[in-house]
């Protein structure tokens, strides 16, 4: 999930652009989507929410806001998932903020011991660039396309996970990498593919998408089981009652030498008894006795 995109207004004449969408239904939206996907949206999300969800409502063939949200609440054919979907805007790339990734290289080779496969949490998958960057900083970090280390990509977006697990974008995606990670872990495609590349299978192997809503009360995952926890850009969609409950949720995945990495405009001085800063956006989890 990531920055939500100004779009066209939609203010609530009938007319204007095809539905009338006024205060009371942009309320039941914002509750809506702060309960099922724990986004909090301002007013200055309205227009982009109207020109997003009127697309769903051409798609179903609805003519009312009120009729449409009927519809999403009753979860009619998967309805609820493709309104998440259209809430949830996915701005990404490879080795975004890229300074975390030598951070993860030192602290995955410091980690292992012979015989332990190293798990990486990347929380907000989105169309997998992220997931990727992870796989490919643990085949240099161990220089093997075989490391220790499982890469579980996870959204709430199922969309964009299914872009993700085909793992094939345009070359300009990859305009940005050095041209030999760009050949050690890329298939340049030919004909029918030309301006495309797929991600390497060997790579692609390291890395298991999977459906999740980080609202869930159980991730599936030990305690103690992640190295390290990538949450970079999610927690400014939520308000800080929620930000706090996730934390609660992934400190204990930490364990003593787990790391979580955060995007650089997020701060939890709110969860100190939670988690700790250890500097760059990285934080580790907080003992229960821990003072510092």
């Known amino acids: 999930m990531a920055e939500a995109l100004r779009e066209p207004p939609a203010h609530a004449t009938a007319g204007e652009h095809g539905f009338a969408f006024d205060d009371h239904d942009f309320q039941r939206v914002c509750r809506m989507i702060h309960a099922r996907a724990g986004i909090s949206l301002g007013p200055h999300k309205r227009d982009m929410v109207y020109s997003r969800l009127a697309r769903r409502l051409r798609a179903r063939g609805i003519d009312r806001f009120g009729d449409y949200l009927d519809l999403v609440e009753r979860d009619a054919e998967g309805e609820g998932q493709h309104f998440v979907n259209a809430l949830t805007t996915n701005l990404t790339s490879f080795f975004r903020e890229a ?22 949490w ?3 998958a989105s169309t997998g660039e992220e997931p990727y960057s992870l796989a490919i900083t643990a085949c240099e ?6 490391p220790p280390v499982r890469i579980l990509a996870t959204d709430i977006d199922t ?3 299914q872009v993700a697990a085909r793992g094939v974008y345009p070359l300009e995606r990859v305009a940005g990498l050095e041209m030999a990670r760009k050949r050690r872990f890329f298939q340049r495609g030919t004909g029918a593919n030309e301006g495309l ?8 192997a390291l890395v298991e998408f999977r459906p999740l809503n ?8 030990r305690p103690d089981s992640c190295a390290a926890v990538f949450c970079r850009n999610v927690m400014i969609y939520f308000d800080k009652p929620t930000q706090y409950q996730v934390l609660r949720r992934i400190a204990p995945l930490l364990g003593r030498e787990g790391r979580l990495y955060t995007g650089h405009s997020e701060s939890f001085g709110h969860a100190a008894d939670v988690v700790a800063p250890c ?4 934080y580790r989890a907080v003992d229960a006795g821990d003072a510092r």
């Open 99 to 120: 300074h975390h990734f030598p951070l993860l290289a030192s602290q995955l080779r410091g980690m292992h011991q012979p015989g332990r496969q190293l798990l990486v």
């Open 122 to 124: 990347c929380c907000a």
């Open 141 to 146: 970090a161990f220089d093997s396309t075989t």
């Open 159 to 161: 969309a964009v996970l």
């Open 197 to 204: 590349c797929r991600v390497r299978p060997e790579l692609r």
């Open 214 to 221: 980080l609202l869930d009360r159980d991730y599936g995952l």
């Open 279 to 282: 500097g760059r956006t990285v």
